[in-house]
């Protein structure tokens, strides 16, 4: 391609610039052959003239265009050149805020100076298992190639971080590190990733310092390596150390610091356990004031040494080990603050024995004062005869000093080097390693020395490996795709390596200048003139003698000799060393017996702790004076650098390369000199270079054809060969066949053709654009003119039409005018008519009413003629027919009175028979032997008590009935007096009675009075809720002005408190969660202990046990009750009396507490008073029956109390009574009984030849059933009776012992209430009447049971009259009680009086306070006092159940008991043999098992059962199953049982799950069967709130004897750990799928569009052929899970929540890869997004799960794909994405729209004034620091109550499930 093709008009260029570095200029003309220069145009509109040399190819870089600006990779741009690089990092870092660009295999990363959002755990897991070109350039990127290729390739690994002093390597080595940590974390508990990270506070604390560069610079390298084992599992690290910068000890340049430990040991010396370091503040001290800064802003010396020390401790070191350290650290400190004295020779010097720093250095380092005081200041020189001491000059014995404080240093370094990888060593085997190299950059400085010289060296190397391996990567991408390879020139750094380290190299003529005895640095910078002159990398400066330049492959370096020598020799004299070794600390002294020369040896930290190697003399030992280390400082770089290339070599280097953007630590400000200078230092554009060199632009057949299939033509498309079509068209394209290669897979092509393929696609599009815009405008003309011509005719219509219409309106007015008169003249004619005819009506009328009436009045006579007649007629014939009537009755008795007699003579005849009363007998024994058995089963169940009670009654009415009868008898017979006895006794009843009735009618004149009194009280409540509504209407015209404001803060509260549950249940399950994980985590290390510990003879010990033994001893039975008051006071005593001063509620409660037990004891001590009363007016009248019977009554008011305690006594009384009552009935049958037989007898003797009638017999036999009958109702009556009567004499001799309780309650026994006196009196008619009615029964009563009735009667008499006088009492207490209350209403109404007569007086403000504080305490008292009533209830409801249970379980106990000894008795008196037939009974819902068959159960139920054997069942059977079991062991109340039925139950399934931890099928049946469990142990527990929905056979299949409420709570976290497992199964199946099918799957088939890509689209982490999924992969895995938890029965609202937390993943990895993807942020995606969630939500319709909130949690998602296809350029638009987005984050919103990047030239980029102006209008947004979602967040889970429609007896259990041993109850 021509020159005159690329530069053409409107062509953009690059032009060097001196400040900008390059500039932007475009062609105003186009260039033609041999012009000289090229007219430009400016971005400042100047014009330049550019002269340019097209022979010597000296012409301005093309400039990529504006679709390519931005990338993620700088190798994708189609122009490979500095400008380019340096405006892609410039946009990406300015406009976008992106730190990170690849450039091919490097990383480059620019020091933003300021913390970003992106280092979090759900970034760092966001990018884990991602391809490195997928996803945003990012550090966590690289080192998840680094992880993947290590896991797939099995080859070790190394990331290489490099840059200036400042550019961030530490910040990025870090991350790196805190990545491998978090996502290889250690499999066991050693925390292995966690010392990791702590090993790096301690080196920045002992190896960084503060530079003019950097605040937290490293003076040293480092090589981390990390180790894995074959699940890639981090077991332990390995750290090597370069070059430790010892001359910063002694010495800092202006405004910098020494090492932070120093600052931080000065800054934590207060503290007590550093008092013996004798340290103050750092500018007292030499060596740590040097640099004249000793602070760092924003860093706090004391906190980072804190975390310095935890680092410490948690790598092992001991605490004594810490304080030696600390030691040496203020020794050195000390050491550097000597003073020292030259003497006036000059040739020596001295120390002051005060001094206290000297001491000081000697006391911490534990070593005589004396020798060092003396070798600081003398020297031993030894020669072959002789040994002399020589004293020291004032400069030798400074450097001396220095020397040895360096060299202290240096050997303390090493030591904590060591330390640390002794930590951090594992004793596992390693299979695979990460290294990190942490190393200087590449370095120049103004002056520059021996330091420097070694870090350019070092960085020479890496640049030569680095060199080689990008060709090499080059070379086998060119061999994988078949093209033919051709050699690329690449810079080659060795000449430069060989200057340095080969023979007579600059390093090896320094070692042997050192060797010299008077060697010095200009000697030796004349050897390097002499030898090195020629060499093309060394020059000799003009001006300096002193100085050389080696010519570097980023820069000329010249340094600068003076020092080499000293700084490479790194002397230290024997004499001190040796003073050290005899230190008294042992850790003082090991750190210089590793040397294992006698001569000091000069450490650098990573002789020993990296390469391993030592070096030793191959001569005999030999004590040489003045000496330095046998082996240089150069020298052991230079070893140990060739270590490191050896293992970078020999592993996968991945490349970071740090850059600083600006040198004054500016956020976000961009210097091009300073990026330039570092991007030629780091070989950035080396890597570009070696790219432009070859074939950069690398596109698949697939992507090329889809972004140039708009060059194509019809006729090539019709072939279906992509590859052959994309030939065709290069070919047709592109002339030149150099400038593209066909590779197998890819399209290779030179730099700069994509942008003319760019150039070419943009004309095409641009041809068609013109093309569309020539027809839209000529249609829009066609549609004007036509809009125009159908105007006109319209126009023209509509006047026609207004002539038209006026026309017609004067017409119609004309015709309207006529009608008019027509009507007018007819109406005048039709009301004289009316007229007329109306008077004509009413004359008519008046005359016909006249004779009708007339009429009436005739037929109105005549009717009542009719009925009088009638009447009399009808009262004569009754007359009449009742004459006839009495005389018939008269001879009808007559008659009867004549047949009875007969009848009865006939029945006396047949009574005194033989036969009959041989049957009699007969039946007479059946009856005896009947009535036995009522005596034996007097105790059996509720329904034969009651018949007895019934037949009972009934006796009783008979005996009644014969009693009379007797007594009528006995009137015939006895004498008059006995008549007037009874008469009189009559007498006396009857005037009791009247005493009664007019104590009544007192009782009503006292309810009368009552009634006025409640009158009044009403009265008073009127006039005090007049006063309340005054009070009220006030209250409430104050609330108006404040309802607004009270019902917002409302519903915020309402929210707020909505949003702490939601938070509250959340935490909680979390909790549960991570106790699961805990748990399975102390399984896995038992298992390992184990495992470990097994041998062949395997024994079982404790660990072979369930370790769920201990989590579910539960207790079967909950039995906790708490007082209302107890507990106030309780939980005062329990949280101190300071803090239950806070509680206001507490407070209140225990004040109104005490006000009521003060009105307690007043009422108690006027009643004690009255009692005192009453008893000296019973002394001193006396103790008549009325005043005992009311005694009495009071008694019994009293013993109302005792609740519990009287009916337990009651109940006592009433079984002896009716054990003594039943035992006198049975005497009194068999005397009967035997009476009976004897008159039978004797009536058969007399009448033996008489026959009596069969009819006479049966008559006989019913009447005897009746009476016995009548006797047993009666003599129930009697007993209740008694009862009762003992009872309140019980009850009255019980109130003289014992207080009375006032607020208790009492009843009868087998009665709720006292039986009122109407009621008695009205028993008593009744049994009167029943007398009179019945007939003689005399034969019957010969044991005497009249006078049994009388005394009962009387005594029933004494009853009535005691329950009146009673109620008399209770009148009198109630009135009082009203009393009271009208004084207290009085007392209360004066109160508020008098308040709001205050209140009056008081301003408007103070009203409404005074009012408000006023309600608060009103509506505060009422919130007690409800409380403390529901508390009380609650309180009383436990206790009733509690003795519900109690008394229920008695009962079972005694009818089983009653049961066993009824069976024993009836087998004893059995005397033959009987076959007894069992009837069959139905199925109860309880399975019976033995004990030892419950390892069986849930081996075959729960172990051992898989879902699929139950397909056809009942869903959730095994819930039913066990619910069922554990129902008879709560029949057979086994507590036992149930406990270990229901913990085997839980540990079962907890091993399933473990086993199936990746099942989701598996997890869902147990998680459905373990919610149904949970809704059975509910819904069958006998909890009215569970049972509303229970039908009366389901109530019947309630537990009786246990509470399962905390085995309930097991089973619910068991099911939230189910949940939250099924809820990770299925994100692990689903996860793998989002981000192809949402993001990357084309729904829209054509819709997206390919850009260029770069290297990494072609990273080795990338396997060819992965799976890419689409929309409809993710619809049939959710329509499996849907149909998976449908058909095992789980409920509809868990899996609701399935749904909403399956969906919110969704949204939460799509929005993450959206966030963290610039490919992905575009137009085209917004609509496939949108596309993908509508298919979503029509899927959740579908399925009827919209219901869910899933929709709700793909609101952010949806927001975002909106976002990307809003408009973004006016300030509108910014409005309507603010007001759009608010579910969208601030960050998140910025971030998209930084991302977000144009297909195509004719899309607009987002400016970077829109971007600030939604910054400026979302600035009022409190929104998360967070970027990116959680995408592990989950949501509560909540387990609605669905209890089950099923009874437990319709259960039919399957053959499939071996559980025959189960048998039905």
Request: include cysteine; charge should be neutral.
């Amino acid at each position: 391609m021509s020159y005159s093709e690329l530069y053409s008009r409107y062509t953009r260029v690059w032009i060097p610039d001196p400040d900008e570095v390059w500039r932007s200029a475009e062609l105003t003309k186009d260039y033609k052959e041999g012009d000289k220069s090229l007219q430009l145009r400016l971005e400042d509109d100047t014009i330049r003239e550019y002269p340019i040399d097209v022979q010597a190819n000296q012409v301005p870089f093309l400039r990529n265009p504006d679709i390519l600006v931005g990338e993620n990779d700088l190798t994708a741009l189609s122009h490979l050149h500095e400008p380019a690089v340096l405006h892609n990092l410039k946009v990406r870092f300015l406009e976008s805020n992106h730190i990170y660009t690849y450039c091919g295999i490097v990383l480059v990363a620019i020091n933003p100076y300021e913390q970003l959002p992106i280092y979090g755990q759900d970034v760092i897991y966001a990018y884990s298992g991602q391809n490195m070109g997928d996803m945003d350039p990012h550090i966590f990127a690289v080192a998840e190639e680094a992880y993947k290729q290590m896991a797939r390739d099995e080859k070790n690994q190394s990331i290489i971080v490099s840059g200036e002093s400042g550019a961030g390597k530490t910040v990025s080595a870090k991350y790196a590190m805190r990545y491998f940590a978090t996502v290889g974390g250690s499999a066991s508990d050693t925390n292995i990733e966690e010392k990791v990270l702590a090993s790096s506070p301690i080196m920045e604390a002992i190896g960084n310092a503060k530079t003019t560069r950097n605040d937290n610079s490293s003076r040293f390298g480092k090589y981390i390596e990390i180790g894995f084992d074959k699940k890639y599992h981090i077991i332990g690290a390995n750290m090597r150390t370069y070059l430790l910068e010892k001359s910063r000890v002694v010495f800092q340049a202006e405004d910098e610091r020494n090492y932070h430990i120093f600052y931080q040991l000065c800054a934590a010396a207060s503290l007590p356990e550093f008092k013996e370091l004798a340290l103050t503040c750092a500018e007292d001290f030499f060596y740590t004031s040097h640099g004249g800064s000793t602070a760092i802003e924003g860093v706090d010396d004391a906190e980072d040494f804190e975390k310095t020390r935890q680092a410490f401790t948690l790598l092992g070191v001991r605490e004594s080990h810490q304080i030696s350290i600390f030691k040496i650290i203020a020794s050195i400190l000390h050491l550097g603050s000597v003073e020292i004295q030259a003497e006036r020779d000059g040739d020596s010097c001295s120390i002051p024995p005060e001094d206290e720093h000297l001491s000081d250095f000697c006391r911490l380092l534990g070593i005589e004062h004396s020798q060092m005081e003396h070798w600081l200041c003398h020297r031993k020189l030894v020669t072959t005869s002789e040994t002399y001491v020589k004293t020291m000059s004032l400069q030798q014995v400074v450097n001396a000093r220095d020397a040895l404080a360096k060299h202290i240093y240096a050997q303390l370094f090493s030591w904590i080097v060591d330390h640390i990888n002794k930590a951090l060593h594992t004793s596992l085997k390693q299979h695979s390693f990460i290294g990190v190299l942490d190393i200087y950059g590449f370095e120049t400085f103004e002056i520059n020395s021996f330091e420097q010289f070694c870090i350019n060296y070092a960085n020479e190397k890496l640049q030569q490996q680095f060199n080689s391996h990008v060709f090499k990567l080059e070379q086998e991408e060119y061999m994988k795709e078949q093209i033919p390879w051709t050699l690329i020139d690449f810079y080659d750094n060795q000449p430069c390596i060989d200057l340095i380290e080969a023979k007579l190299g600059i390093l090896d003529l320094l070692d042997e200048e050192c060797k010299v005895p008077k060697g010095t640095d200009q000697n030796w910078a004349q050897k390097l003139y002499e030898r090195h002159s020629s060499c093309q990398h060394f020059q000799k400066p003009r001006m300096s003698n002193t100085s050389f330049i080696v010519i570097h492959f980023a820069d000329k370096v010249e340094y600068l000799s003076d020092g080499f020598l000293e700084k490479n020799r790194d002397t230290v004299y024997e004499e001190q060393i040796n003073i050290l070794k005899a230190s008294k600390f042992p850790l003082v002294a090991d750190l210089f017996h590793d040397d294992k020369d006698s001569v000091p040896a000069t450490n650098t930290a990573k002789s020993r702790s990296s390469s391993k190697i030592h070096v030793r003399s191959s001569r005999p030992l030999m004590k040489v004076a003045n000496k330095e280390h046998k082996k240089s400082v150069g020298y052991q770089f230079r070893t140990s650098l060739n270590l490191l290339m050896e293992t970078l070599n020999a592993t996968t280097p991945h490349y970071v390369r740090c850059i600083k953007p600006n040198d004054e630590k500016l956020p976000f400000h961009f210097d091009p000199k300073r990026a330039v200078q570092q991007l030629r230092a780091c070989g950035v554009l080396e890597t570009i270079r070696i790219s432009a060199a070859g074939y950069p632009s690398r596109w698949t057949y697939h992507d090329f054809f889809n972004r140039y299939r708009v060059l194509m033509k019809k006729r090539e498309l019709a072939n279906t060969d992509k590859k052959s079509i994309c030939k065709s068209v290069l070919e047709s394209l592109i002339k030149d066949p150099d400038k593209f290669q066909f590779g197998r897979t890819k399209i290779f092509f030179r730099a700069g053709q994509v942008a003319y393929l760019e150039k070419l696609r943009a004309d095409k599009f641009r041809e068609a654009t013109i093309m569309i815009q020539k027809t839209v405008r000529g249609w829009l003309q066609k549609v004007k003119y036509r809009r125009l011509k159908t105007a006109t005719l319209t126009l023209q219509r509509f006047h026609r039409g207004y002539l038209a219409r006026r026309l017609a309106e004067h017409l119609r007015r004309t015709r309207a005018a006529i009608v008019f008169q027509k009507q007018y003249r007819m109406q005048r004619a039709r009301l004289a008519y009316r007229r007329v005819c109306s008077a004509a009506v009413i004359i008519q009328s008046f005359t016909r009413a006249m004779f009708v009436r007339r009429n009436y009045r005739q037929v109105l006579r005549e009717h009542k003629a009719a009925i009088i007649q009638k009447y009399a007629r009808g009262w004569m014939a009754r007359r009449h027919f009742q004459r006839q009537r009495d005389a018939a009755i008269v001879i009808q008795c007559a008659f009867r009175r004549l047949k009875a007699k007969q009848e009865l003579k006939a029945l006396k005849i047949e009574a005194r028979s033989a036969e009959h009363l041989k049957r009699l007998n007969v039946g007479m024994e059946n009856k005896v032997v009947q009535l036995q058995r009522k005596i034996d089963d007097q105790n059996k169940e509720f329904k034969t008590l009651s018949e007895q009670l019934s037949a009972v009654t009934s006796t009783h009415a008979m005996e009644v009935e014969k009693l009379k009868k007797e007594l009528a008898h006995y009137q015939q017979n006895q004498e008059a007096d006995t008549s007037m006895q009874l008469q009189e006794e009559v007498q006396s009843l009857r005037c009791e009675l009247q005493k009664a009735q007019s104590e009544r009618r007192v009782l009503e004149d006292a309810h009368k009075e009552n009634g006025e009194l409640r009158k009044r009280v009403a009265d008073l409540e009127h006039e005090n809720a007049l006063l309340k509504d005054e009070k009220e209407h006030l209250n409430n015209q104050i609330l108006r002005q404040l309802k607004a404001e009270s019902s917002q803060s409302s519903v915020e509260e309402n929210l707020q408190m909505k949003k702490e549950l939601e938070e509250e249940r959340s935490r909680y399950q979390n909790l549960v969660k991570e106790y699961s994980q805990l748990e399975q985590r102390y399984e896995n290390l038992r298992d390992e202990v184990t495992i470990l510990k097994q041998t062949p003879g395997h024994r079982k010990n404790p660990s072979n046990q369930s370790s769920l033994e201990s989590d579910s001893n539960y207790p079967s039975i909950s039995t906790s009750e708490i007082g209302d008051t107890e507990d106030a006071l309780q939980q005062v005593e329990d949280i101190g009396v300071e803090k239950a001063a806070m509680d206001m509620t507490v407070f209140l409660k225990l004040q109104k507490r005490v006000r009521e037990l003060e009105q307690e004891r007043k009422k108690l001590q006027v009643q004690l008073e009255k009692e005192h009363q009453d008893s000296k007016k019973g002394q001193g009248v006396g103790s008549s029956p009325h005043d005992q019977w009311g005694r009495l009554s009071v008694a019994l008011v009293e013993q109302q109390n005792n609740g519990i305690d009287v009916d337990q006594d009651a109940d006592l009384a009433y079984n002896s009574l009716k054990r003594q009552e039943l035992e006198s009935e049975n005497k009194k049958l068999k005397n009967d009984l035997n009476e009976l037989r004897k008159a039978v007898a004797d009536q058969a003797m007399q009448d033996n030849s008489t026959h009596s009638s069969p009819d006479s017999y049966s008559l006989l036999l019913n009447q005897l059933k009746l009476a016995n009958e009548e006797l047993e109702v009666r003599k129930e009556e009697v007993l209740i009776l008694r009862t009762q009567i003992v009872n309140a004499d019980q009850r009255r001799l019980a109130g003289k012992a014992t207080e009375p309780n006032i607020n208790a309650r009492t009843s009868w026994p087998n009665s709720e209430k006292h039986v009122d006196q109407e009621d008695a009196i009205e028993a008593y008619h009744g049994v009167c009447q029943t007398n009179s009615q019945t007939e003689d029964w005399g034969h019957l009563n010969e044991d005497g049971e009249l006078g049994l009735a009388y005394q009962g009667l009387k005594q029933v008499a004494r009853l009535l009259e005691a329950q009146l006088q009673a109620q008399s009492l209770e009148h009198e207490e109630e009135v009082e009680r009203l009393k009271a209350q009208v004084e207290a209403l009085k007392e209360e109404m004066d109160k508020q009086q008098q308040t709001f007569c205050q209140t009056l007086l008081l301003s408007p403000e103070a009203q409404v306070e005074f009012g408000v504080q006023q309600e608060i305490s009103r509506l505060t008292n009422e919130n007690l006092d409800f409380k403390e009533l529901v508390e009380k209830l609650e309180k009383n409801e436990r206790k009733l159940k509690k003795q519900l249970k109690i008394y229920m379980k008695k009962v079972q106990d005694l009818e089983a008991a009653q049961a066993l000894a009824q069976s024993d008795r009836r087998h004893h008196e059995l005397t033959r043999q009987v076959t007894v037939q069992r009837k069959e009974k139905d199925f109860q819902g309880m399975l019976e098992y033995h004990k030892e068959d419950e390892a069986i159960l849930i081996r075959n139920l729960v172990t051992d059962l898989k879902p699929q054997t139950l397909s056809g069942t009942v869903p959730c059977l095994p819930a039913y199953i066990l619910y069922m079991c554990i129902r008879h062991a709560d029949y057979t109340n086994d507590d036992l049982k149930v406990h270990s039925l229901l913990s085997s139950t839980i540990n079962g399934i907890k091993k399933v799950l473990k086993k199936h931890n990746d099942d989701f099928e598996m997890t869902s049946f147990w998680l459905s069967n373990t919610c149904r469990f949970l809704h059975c142990l509910k819904q069958y527990s006998g909890d009215e709130g569970f049972m509303t929905q229970n039908t009366a056979k389901q109530n019947e299949h309630c537990l009786k004897n246990f509470d399962l409420t905390e085995y309930r709570q097991v089973l619910s976290d068991l099911s939230i750990q189910i949940y939250q497992q099924l809820i990770k199964i299925a994100e692990g199946l689903l996860q793998p799928m989002i981000v192809s099918a949402m993001l990357e799957n084309e729904s829209i088939q054509g819709l997206s569009g390919v850009r260029p890509t770069g290297y990494r689209k072609r990273s080795s982490s990338m396997v060819d052929g992965e799976n890419s999924y689409c929309l409809e992969a993710i619809i049939r895995q959710m329509n499996s899970f849907h149909t998976v938890m449908c058909d095992q029965g789980l409920d509809p609202e868990i899996i609701l929540q399935v749904f909403k937390q399956l969906f919110y993943m969704i949204n939460a990895v799509t929005l993450n890869n959206l966030l963290l993807r610039k490919d992905a942020c575009s137009w085209s995606t917004g609509m496939q997004l949108r596309y993908n969630i509508s298919q979503l939500e029509e899927w959740l319709r579908g399925k009827n799960l919209h219901q869910s909130g899933a929709v709700q949690t793909m609101e952010p998602l949806i927001q975002a794909a909106q976002l990307l296809q809003l408009k973004k350029k006016s300030h509108e638009d910014a409005e309507a994405i603010c007001s759009l987005c608010t579910s969208l984050s601030t960050q998140q919103i910025v971030k998209i729209l930084n991302l977000y990047t144009p297909l195509n030239e004719f899309e607009e980029r987002v400016t970077v004034s829109f971007i600030r102006t939604i910054q400026a209008q979302l600035q009022e947004r409190n929104d998360p620091q967070q970027l990116l979602l959680d995408s592990k967040h989950m949501f509560p889970v909540l387990f609605p109550f669905n209890p089950s429609s099923l009874t437990m007896d319709s259960i039919h259990i399957p053959a499939c499930l071996n559980l025959e041993f189960l048998n039905q109850v």
